[in-house]
């Protein structure tokens, strides 16, 4: 039995994604009773994380087996020498698969406890520790260097800075605290740094933060996947309609080996600063961002290019790449989510303006 419960949802949004999923074709195909099944099945891979972490080599500064070989000897000093393999992905030549082990379900639960957010957890799921700002409740005596078992508050109920919680929590493993619960809670302004140092996850997955961060970046294996479909060219002039945080745009310009143009757009000013950040530390020149809204990139009425900046001229790409804002609900691990049926509903207009902008930017590549 599942150590971890199915996603949690509002009734509504679980109701809406069920009349979608249980259309006409399935439960012909499947019968109904099976096709509820394989549905209730769905929601609880969700709350899991999937079976490999992905990453992908930038093959800019360095060659995969290179960058094998190094995170190798980091993965040997994370696990203290348990012999994780690293496997290369047949088909896409650029991404390194590492095996997640787990659920572990030995491991002894502690009478010292922190309680962390959602979305914190799903975090730790993936290998990560847990800062200090995701942590929303510590026993009432922790102290720095207690080891602690560390839980996820998946339905937002737990106040911040309880003493205890006794609603519903997941189980993520054990740590070591970092700090105390008064350092935690003192009132001061709001810590960053490490709050919990894992070291008994539930899931074993490693953690990527400051870890060759100009060879590897990472990304989910779907992610990874779109840009060689895209097949960029050396030379050519892509546009990436809704870039942040540039992974796909790093990953385009670095399969074009940085000949050509690649234009990253997103209409929130820090996360364009993040694509730029990426790109400078990837090494990657070919790579250019604006803060612009996707849906008004395309302007019909221009006599001539605004010097290369949005908005442009229909045609005035080779490529597009656009993976439209989403609910993300699909995102693995997600242990909870609390949007509205409206909020689930309303990317569609959004994503129908995009393609629109898409369509006439440039031929569209399938």
Known sequence: MSIFPKISLRPEVENYLKEGFMNKEIVTALGKQEAERKFETLLKHLSHPPSFTTVRVNTHLASVQHVKNLLLDELQKQFNGLSVPILQHPDLQDVLLIPVIGPRKNIKRQQCEAIVGAQCGNAVLRGAHVYAPGIVSASKFMKAGDVISVYSDIKGKCKKGAKEFDGTKVFLGNGISELSRKEIFSGLPELK?????????????????????????????????????????????????CAAPGGKTTHIAALMHDQGEVIALDKIFNKVEKIKQNALLLGLNSIRAFCFDGTKAVKLDMVEDTEGEPPFLPESFDRILLDAPCSGMGQRPNMACTWSLKEVASYQPLQRKLFTALYLLGIPHW
């Open 193 to 241: 740094g490490m709050g919990i140092r894992m070291t008994e996850p539930v899931y074993l997955s490693p953690s990527f933060d400051s870890v060759l961060p100009r060879y590897l970046f990472l990304q989910n294996l779907p992610s990874a996947l779109v840009s060689h479909v895209l097949n960029p060219q050396p030379g050519e002039k892509i546009l990436d309609l």
